[in-house]
């Protein structure tokens, strides 16, 4: 981690701290009267929950608990941990709620039939089983936003009310207000219109031409390639990082109602 | 510098405020009296004023505490454009006469490496101050044998290595100290040039009055010429002397008149098994200079002024936050996108060292700080010491290349410094 803090004449601090984590960027801007070493300990806290979650979910990683699922969950059933359990049942109901455009095995090499669920979850015994074989999960597109949730709780446990926080520049996090003015103000990456976010996160998908992984679309299971970019604008950042997917594929009308049950707003 | 720029450059750099300065660079401490010496001069007489020796009077002569009183040399030419820098200097052509001279408090020598030896212990013996160009003597031998002498003598002792008082330096010294960059991992030091390193010799000077240095009996070449100044970085950055070193010399692209080596690689070795490596070819100048420390956690290139940190830079948007905020301005902040990932990051440019560009290689300050300590007599911390070491080492590099084996510092020309402390 590496920092910087800067003291204005109200006592106001204005700590600024980056790490990488997550195969991305992570910034964090706290207005706070607190000291330095406490928010040094504050981020240290933030840079724990992040590596927690990326031994979970990082599928690169062989020895992450994902990549025990995906090489086991096919031969037999696979004990979960609390955390990756309520992951995967978050995901699967967010593929409901999508109408599939939200998909977490989207890379599995073995087709699903429509309407084919690719993994069962047993809640009373928190495994969980795959349908077929080839089926992979890929936390990608949820993760960071799933993180940072939880990176918003723990500010909120420790009672920080104003900050911002950045995940690799597409979920962005803003709570409370910056030091002089209500909300912050995010630029937003397509228009250059202004986007005030107030404990609301900025969640951007899209296809800049330089991403190694682009969005499959589920329902013909093609690649995008149309160089563009979308944000949504959500209260938490699991769901935007699920409706920038849906905004990015789906039809305009099955756009709209979707954003219509989570409250969400396209940023246009 | 002026005063009024050195004031400015000791406050940059912390003297004034009392900060870590002097923890970095002790011999800082020189300037500690500087108000009280107003008025009082530190007479100097230069031998050897030939192009080096007119570079270093033409920093003296801009000092109102400095006075030369007298010029010696042998080669006329010099005499001639010394007095043009320092018209009412005394002329002398005998050395001995020159320390003899009631009149001089100090002597700057600049003459060629094989006489340093001789006219150094003349001068402690005559009761002068001296500041003599690195490297200190041809020999390790000699080189200890003055040290010896300097610290039985209770006067000042300055060796030329002006990078100890060059602001990238220092700066760059304190941020590796500070612990910034985490554990110093190896320090790789080069200076490459395309050129033969010859001076015309005009009528009546011989080819060794001018090229000396490429002559192996007066010279050691690119390892007196060149590595002491950059082992010394190596030793400053890493507070220890290495234990020993390796490496190879050769004589591989000018060929024609000169004795000694175009293209050598030398390896230090410190206790910890970190290496400082020092590399030279005369016949590419594509990576021109520079001293590299790789640490742990970051790279410092103090030559180019500038430093890397080996993780992600700070995100330009944030930055502009800190100074919006500073100006009571709610600006909106640019950095939302797809996903930043590594492969699509920026190149990592670095960032400098000082805000701006030093106006000065270290040279001058160097200069006055030999006045301030000739009028105070008082030797600052340390710099004998680090001069003492880079003379050795590229002595003792030149010694490893000679003998194609591995040799390790040896035991009679340790002093008590560093992890050489003797108890």
């Known amino acids: 981690m590496q920092y910087q803090q800067r003291i204005f004449s109200d006592g106001l601090k204005l700590f600024y701290a980056w790490f990488e984590a997550l195969h991305t960027r992570v910034d964090l801007a706290i207005c706070s009267k607190i000291d330095q070493d406490g928010l040094v300990e504050f981020v240290k806290m933030l840079q724990i929950e992040i590596e927690k979650f990326e031994l979970i979910g990082n599928r690169f990683d062989p020895k992450s608990e994902i990549s025990h699922v995906n090489t086991n969950a096919y031969k037999s059933d696979v004990v979960l941990s609390n955390e990756l359990f309520e992951i995967l049942s978050d995901c699967q109901m967010y593929n409901h709620k999508t109408y599939g455009y939200f998909d977490i095995a989207i890379n599995s090499t073995n087709h699903l039939k429509p309407k084919e669920e690719a993994y069962l979850l047993d809640s009373q015994k928190q495994t969980i089983r795959f349908s077929n074989s080839g089926i992979l999960l890929d936390l990608s597109g949820f993760l960071k936003g799933y993180v940072l949730e939880r990176l918003i709780k723990i500010a909120e446990n420790e009672c920080y009310a104003n900050l911002l926080i950045n995940l690799g520049n597409s979920s962005i996090f803003a709570k409370g207000n910056h030091p002089c003015g209500k909300g912050w103000k995010i630029q937003h990456p397509e228009n250059n219109s202004d986007c005030v976010l107030l404990n609301e996160c900025l969640t951007t998908s899209g296809n800049n031409g330089k991403t190694k992984w682009p969005i499959v679309n589920p329902t013909d299971r093609v690649a995008v390639t149309t160089k563009k970019s979308v944000s949504v604008v959500t209260k938490l950042p699991a769901v935007g990082e699920v409706l920038s997917k849906v905004a990015y594929l789906a039809t305009e009308n099955e756009r709209d109602k979707i954003f219509e049950i989570f409250g969400a707003r396209l940023v246009k | ?423």
Request: aromatic share 12%; hydrophobic share 40%; with cysteine.
């Open chain 2, 1 to 423: 510098m002026t005063n009024i720029d050195r004031r400015q450059f000791l406050k940059n750099m912390g003297m004034i405020s009392g900060g870590v300065l002097l923890a970095t660079s002790p011999w800082f401490s020189a300037f500690s009296e500087q108000k009280h010496t107003i008025g009082s001069k530190a007479r100097i007489g230069i031998i050897g004023p030939g192009s080096r020796g007119q570079f270093l009077m033409s920093f003296l002569v801009q000092n109102p505490k400095v006075e030369i009183v007298a010029v010696c040399d042998l080669y006329q030419p010099a005499i001639v454009a010394a007095l043009k820098i320092a018209p009412k200097a005394k002329v002398y052509t005998d050395y001995q006469k020159l320390l003899d001279d009631k009149n001089v408090d100090a002597v700057l020598i600049a003459t060629p490496l094989h006489l340093h030896y001789e006219m150094v212990m003349d001068a402690f013996d005559a009761g002068k101050h001296v500041f003599c160009e690195k490297s200190i003597a041809y020999s390790m031998d000699e080189t200890h044998k003055i040290y010896k002498k300097y610290k039985s003598s209770e006067k000042v002792f300055f060796v030329g290595q002006q990078r100890l008082f060059d602001p990238r330096y220092i700066h760059a010294m304190e941020m590796v100290h500070s612990g910034d960059f985490g554990e110093i991992s190896g320090i790789r030091a080069f200076w490459h040039r395309n050129n033969d390193w010859r001076r015309e010799v005009p009528a009546g000077a011989t080819d060794e009055q001018i090229n000396w240095r490429l002559y192996r009996d007066f010279s050691k070449g690119i390892m007196t010429e060149l590595a002491c100044h950059q082992l010394q970085i190596g030793t400053w950055a890493m507070r220890q002397i290495p234990e020993k070193v390796m490496g190879h010399g050769a004589l591989t692209f000018w060929k024609e008149k000169r004795e000694v080596w175009d293209n050598v690689s030398c390896i230090y070795v410190f206790e910890n098994g970190v290496k400082m490596n020092f590399d030279s070819v005369l016949s590419n100048k594509f990576y021109g200079l520079e001293e590299q420390i790789l640490c742990s956690k970051g790279t410092v290139e103090p030559e180019k002024s500038k430093y890397y940190f080996e993780e992600i830079p700070p995100a330009p948007a944030f930055l502009q936050l800190m100074n919006d905020v500073e100006n009571a301005l709610f600006g909106s902040m640019t950095f939302a996108g797809t996903s930043w990932a590594p492969e699509t990051a920026n190149v990592n440019t670095g960032h400098y060292l000082l805000d701006k560009k030093p106006e000065s290689d270290g040279t001058s300050l160097l200069l006055e700080a030999f006045a301030e300590a000739v009028i105070t007599q008082k030797q600052p911390p340390l710099i004998a010491e680090e001069g003492y070491y880079a003379t050795q080492l590229s002595l003792l590099g030149h010694q490893a290349m000679k003998e194609e084996r591995t040799l390790n510092f040896p035991e009679q020309y340790k002093i008590d410094y560093l992890n050489h402390k003797i108890n």
